[in-house]
């Protein structure tokens, strides 16, 4: 039987090299392969299981590489180890991604031993402490097995983690009573709970809300750092370090460098402070040499059994020598600055290592062309005849006749399109022309002359003509690249940040009371009755409490980002409730105004455009990337709008580089196909050009004429584009709002994609509702907009969301360090060496041209451009332009960059006094880069030996946790769709938004929506409860106040039964039995419940003595009814009607217990709901 592998093993000679390895016949030089050969080859050495280490040029390379094996050998672990970077200077924080990744290969290694290691060769050539090592400072947790705890701890933190209340991010734990959190940086946060030092359970659990997910019987910990280092070592390392210090200094004295000879006794006498106090992170990885505790390569936490590969060993030695010619450069410089201590080189190894560890493991090299191997003497080589394929640029008939030729000619035609949906669709698409295809997995049986389709993805095609086989990928059929097999991006988990993340000094509103400032939580004592309160500061200092049960009435003050603080109300004053119902009524106007222009909308007939056609799915099938979930849903939203007969209006949201370009491109396509013409509207001259660009560039091979009208049109171009649009001979038009000027007439309009209309004037959008009139509109916005503000507007407005990041994006890896002309100058270099582009982003207009010429002598090969918001706007447009069109390779600006263009060449953003900006800017900027398939970097810099303010403290203690993705990231997130509301219900409702916050602005919002589609509004009764029971989180069982807050916002919202079972589930998972006191909060919120289903708005125990009041028109309470929950409870009730007419039950409970308290009330309260279940319809 034949399947895929035999026509592989034969085309590539894998008989004889594999039986001359077996004679130890290495090392080996293997020479003709290129691309996707290369992985095919060394997959079938590795056939019967063997582990090997793949050393490639490039961390791109190794990318690759890792993802042709993972489809060749998918019953084995293949890991891809990432390169670390080597930091010539200090860093106060850094994103762990690629530490994770790395921390995950050398756990498996170390434990499994088994796996297939692919890297780039820089990602191997800093030396390791050994494998018993890593062993010894991983934790291995069984159930059943005693422990000792503080030892445990001890690990964890000498391992890398840090200790805090609530475990959110990886490489941290909590410890609260028996229970201990750990979330490790390559694998699930664990919960492993403790019957004194037994374990007693273990539980993985999710870190977004903190719930328990799965039980395991053992789990395996790893350190969260590469390099552990013991308090004994430290002083050992702090002895050596002042001895080399002591050295260094007296040279640079006697040279008269007193300066620098200062300089660096500042810099090591900081270094020692850090290490005395136990401070470990990556400053100290390059005195590691200085411990006793030796380092070893990479190698060796490979088996014996290891192949080693060396792909293109010439240029790995070149990459080897350039970075040690580097490193050595930059010590130099440190040392003669008084900035350097130990030369680092001792810790890396060379080229000769490489070769010297394939003396006693089998050895291959492989090269493209026919040269030699530095050092390499090889015992066998061989030349296989491999050749690459030509693309069909989505030329459907030349890959038909192609595939045709080559069947004909008896060979086995192989195609590889990513996933299951492309199969089915080419095998469709194939069958239409006339050619046979059959989808098949890898160790299916196969014939000659047959074409077979497989649901795996390859970077490159290529043909074995010795094993009659050609293998097509989709580089070949669609010119995209190849889907990488790893994580699906996930959407943002929808987290409620409001009260959870609420720190004394936030400002809130309270419903009643207006906007107030918290002061934190207080336990206060009422008549022997401890409760937790919050603590309200109004205007005057007046001071308000605000009960548990009343939390509902709270919400966390959010206006717009950059506004003033809001102004804080007077307790008991009239002003809030004026300003309530002004915006009340403001909102109304704006809700009559939104349903009444929907309604037109869908009076209004339109054109309804043909289903998909085969044009439209072969145009489909060319996009280069996998399409996100948000992606396929907003492209489904938009084809329904597009074949009603009523004008499509919807407004598509995501970020920059999310994809929104893409669903107007396929929208453009589909109204082409009915022969209408498209026009495409945007703000800027610049993303005029870009748009253009990309139109022409997906439309390649299509009859499809695009144009674009703008400045950079001339007037003579200009006149004859507008007569092409009258009379029907251009199909797209791309432009700013020249395109709304009287003289352009469509021949036949019949969509419009409308970029960021925010950032139209208000002459434009006027000229916008004439143009819209009954044709198809689309808008993107790069904004993004609030769910709670999408969900309110749900029927008025048609809006689709994509939140979800493209796949196969390297993560941003984020430096926080002081400024040093060093640290810019490697990080501009790096970028232009890999032939990237750089923003240097300088937030001060007046000094940017010193800044620009200070940079132009530190990286003198580089070319330098400024753009600002202060010039004119042609100038900035030409920047801009030469920017994207890689005139210059670094844009030094203010914050301009922060919205709009599309520029994935520019993957490296050094942000100067970053910690001047906000956290939301941060976010928004650093989302610039890391747009592309490539590795981006973002250096947040700090002015060195600034005295920082304390609210600078702060803004870089929150830096540090943005590189984290910690809270600061959802607050950060919070801020933007703040933004993003201000867009969608323009400058006149803002300042309404502002006086009352963002929560209610949109339940005002939604109720009105409501009320004039005639839906019933939900009214939910919030009953006071007053009972004189001890009920509140102990300090003991929840030491974490803002985690307390999040717990007391939460069960405040219960709404049912099921919740609040969940919510116990929760408390027990994170914290334990509860004690007493939270057990009564647990069943005054089940009194809550039944007391809101009974339309009770008051609880209120008086010694021995607890009245219910209900509200007005109860009508399952009948005087029959009454008596008969009077006889049926075991507790004396009796009955009056106040002087508001309602309903008043008066329960004796003979006793000041507050069990029993809590019991009778509940009794009584399920009694009546008895008689309500009977009663009511």
Not at 12 to 17: N, P, R
Not at 33 to 51: E, N, R, W
Not at 151 to 165: A, D, H, K, N, W
Not at 830 to 836: A, D, L, M, N
Request: proline share 4%; hydrophobic share 40%.
């Amino acid at each position: 039987m034949n399947t895929i592998h035999s026509y592989l093993r034969r085309g590539l000679d894998i008989k004889e090299i594999n039986q001359s390895l077996s004679h130890g016949e290495w090392p080996q030089m293997i020479y003709d392969l290129t691309g996707s050969q290369k992985a095919a080859f060394v997959a079938q050495l590795f056939q019967k299981s063997k582990p090997g280490l793949i050393l490639t040029y490039s961390e791109e390379q190794a990318q690759k590489w890792a993802n042709d094996l993972r489809t060749w050998c998918n019953d084995q672990t293949i890991l891809h180890l990432p390169t670390t970077e080597w930091l010539p200077f200090e860093i106060l924080g850094k994103s762990r991604e690629t530490t994770a990744e790395r921390i995950r290969v050398l756990n498996q290694l170390a434990h499994d031993r088994k796996c297939t290691v692919v890297a780039s060769v820089l990602a191997v050539e800093r030396r390791l402490f050994s494998v018993d090592r890593w062993k010894k400072f991983t934790l291995a947790f069984e159930i059943g097995q005693k422990y000792n705890l503080s030892e445990v701890l001890s690990l964890l933190t000498t391992g890398g983690y840090e200790r805090i209340e609530t475990v959110e991010g990886q490489g941290q734990f909590a410890l609260r009573g028996g229970i201990l959190d750990i979330a490790p940086l390559d694998g699930e946060a664990v919960r492993i709970e403790f019957f004194d030092d037994e374990v007693d359970s273990i539980r993985t659990f999710d870190l977004g809300t903190q719930k328990s997910t799965s039980s395991q019987n053992k789990v395996l910990i790893s350190p969260a750092m590469e390099y552990i280092v013991t308090k004994e070592e430290l002083g050992e390392m702090r002895f050596a370090i002042r001895a080399e210090a002591r050295k260094t200094t007296g040279r640079l004295q006697r040279s008269g460098r007193k300066v620098a000879a200062e300089r660096l006794q500042n810099k090591v006498d900081l270094l020692v402070e850090r290490l005395e106090q136990g401070i470990l992170d990556e400053n100290v990885y390059p005195f590691l040499s200085l411990v006793n505790t030796p380092l070893v390569p990479f190698f060796s936490y490979l088996t014996d059994d290891h192949f080693v590969v060396l792909d293109e060993p010439l240029r790995l030695k070149e990459q080897l020598e350039f970075q040690a010619n580097e490193r050595l450069l930059e010590f130099t410089q440190q040392l003669e600055n008084g900035e350097g201590v130990v030369h680092p080189e001792s810790q890396f190894i060379v080229y000769e290592e490489l070769l010297k560890h394939g003396e006693h493991h089998p050895l291959i090299g492989l090269s493209t062309l026919l040269r030699q191997a530095p050092g390499l003497s090889p015992k066998r080589i061989f030349n296989l005849n491999a050749r690459p394929l030509t693309g069909f640029m989505g030329k459907t008939s030349k890959l038909v006749d192609e595939i045709v030729h080559r069947k004909d000619a008896g060979n086995v035609v192989a195609l590889f399109v990513g996933d299951e949906d492309h199969v089915e669709r080419l095998i469709q698409g194939l069958k239409d022309r006339g050619v046979t295809a059959s989808r098949k997995e890898l160790l299916d049986p196969i014939e000659e002359g047959n074409v077979y389709i497989y649901p795996f993805s390859l970077d490159q095609g290529f043909e074995l003509p010795l094993g009659k086989l050609v293998i097509l990928t989709e580089t070949e059929i669609y010119k995209r690249e190849s889907k990488a097999i790893g994580k699906k991006p996930s959407a943002p988990a929808q987290k409620n940040i409001f009260i959870a993340d609420l720190k004394p000094g936030d400002f809130v509103v309270h419903v009643h009371h207006g906007i107030g400032q918290f002061t934190g939580i207080e336990r206060l004592e009422v008549g022997g009755i401890a409760k937790d309160y919050f603590g309200i500061r109004y205007a005057g200092e007046d001071r308000l409490y605000v009960p548990l049960d009343q939390l509902h009435l709270l919400q966390k003050y959010l206006g717009s980002a950059g506004e003033t603080l809001p102004k804080l109300y007077k307790l008991g004053g009239s002003e809030w409730y004026k300003v309530k119902r002004k915006t009340r009524s403001a909102v109304k106007e704006m809700a009559i105004d939104l349903v009444k222009l929907y309604a037109q909308r869908e009076a209004v007939q339109g054109f309804a455009f043909s289903q998909d056609n085969v044009w439209q799915t072969e145009f489909e099938e060319k996009f280069p990337y996998v399409e996100t979930p948000d992606q396929i849903q907003s492209i489904e939203d938009v084809k329904k709008d597009m074949m009603r007969s009523r004008p499509m209006d919807r407004l598509l949201c995501g970020d920059v580089g999310y994809g929104k370009t893409e669903v107007a491109l396929r929208a453009a396509f589909k109204a082409v196909m009915d022969s209408k013409q498209v026009a495409v509207l945007v703000p800027t001259t610049i993303l005029a050009q870009q748009h253009f660009n990309t139109f022409k560039e997906r439309f390649i091979g299509y009859p499809i004429t695009i144009e674009m009208l703008s400045r950079f049109r001339s007037q003579k171009e200009q006149k004859e584009i507008i007569q092409g649009l009258k009379e029907g001979r251009i199909d797209v038009i791309v432009g700013t709002h020249r395109i709304l000027s009287e003289v352009v007439k469509f021949s036949d309009l019949g969509l419009l994609v409308i970029d960021e209309e925010q950032r139209f004037g208000v002459a434009h959008k006027e000229k916008l509702k004439t143009l819209k009139g009954n044709v198809d509109v689309l808008t993107l916005s790069a904004t993004p907009i609030p769910r709670t503000l999408h969900m309110s507007l749900v029927g008025v407005r048609d809006m689709s969301v994509i939140e979800t990041p493209p796949e196969g994006r390297y993560p941003v890896q984020t430096y926080v360090t002081e400024f040093r002309a060093d640290v810019v100058r490697e990080a501009i270099r790096r970028e232009i060496q890999r032939g990237g582009q750089v923003f240097y982003v300088h937030n001060r207009v007046e000094d940017m041209d010193k800044v620009t010429n200070f940079l132009s002598q530190l990286v003198p090969e580089a070319r330098f451009g400024v753009a600002h918001g202060q010039m004119r706007e042609r100038e900035l447009e030409r920047v801009m332009l030469d920017f994207l069109e890689h005139e210059m390779d670094v844009l030094v600006s203010t914050t301009i960059i922060e919205t709009g263009l599309d520029m994935p060449n520019a993957n490296t953003l050094i942000i100067d006094e970053a910690d001047r900006f906000g956290l939301s800017q941060l976010y928004q900027l650093r989302g610039r880069v890391g747009r592309s398939n490539r590795k981006a970097y973002t250096y947040l810099l700090y002015k060195p030996q600034k005295v920082l303010t304390e609210i600078a403290e702060k803004r870089l203690a929150a830096i540090r946790e943005f590189t984290e993705f910690g809270a600061g990231f959802k607050i950060a997130m919070r801020d933007l769709e703040i933004r993003g509301a201000g867009n969608l219900i323009g400058a006149q409702q803002h300042g309404h938004l502002s006086a009352v916050g963002f929560e209610m602005y949109s339940q005002m919002l939604k109720e009105a929506v409501q009320e004039l589609r005639g839906e019933k509004l939900e009214e939910i009764v919030e009953p006071s409860i007053e009972l004189q029971v001890d009920a509140f989180l102990p300090d003991a069982y929840v030491a974490d106040n803002q985690t307390k807050a999040s717990l007391y916002q939460r069960l405040a919202m219960v709404r049912n039964e099921d919740q609040l079972s969940e919510m116990v589930d929760e408390l027990l998972d994170r914290f334990g039995t509860p004690p007493r006191e939270v057990e009564h909060l647990i069943e005054i919120i089940r009194i809550k419940l039944l007391a809101s289903s009974l339309k009770i708005e008051q609880i209120q125990q008086a010694k021995q003595n607890v009245s219910l009041r209900f509200l007005a028109n109860i009508n399952f309470l009948t005087g029959e009814h009454l008596m008969s929950a009077a006889s049926a409870s075991p507790y004396p009730l009796s009955f009056r009607t106040m002087q508001n007419g309602n309903l008043e039950c008066k329960v004796r409970i003979r006793t000041l217990d507050q069990e029993v308290a809590i019991k009778a009330v509940h009794r009584v309260l399920s009694t009546f709901c008895d008689i309500a279940s009977r009663t009511t319809p």
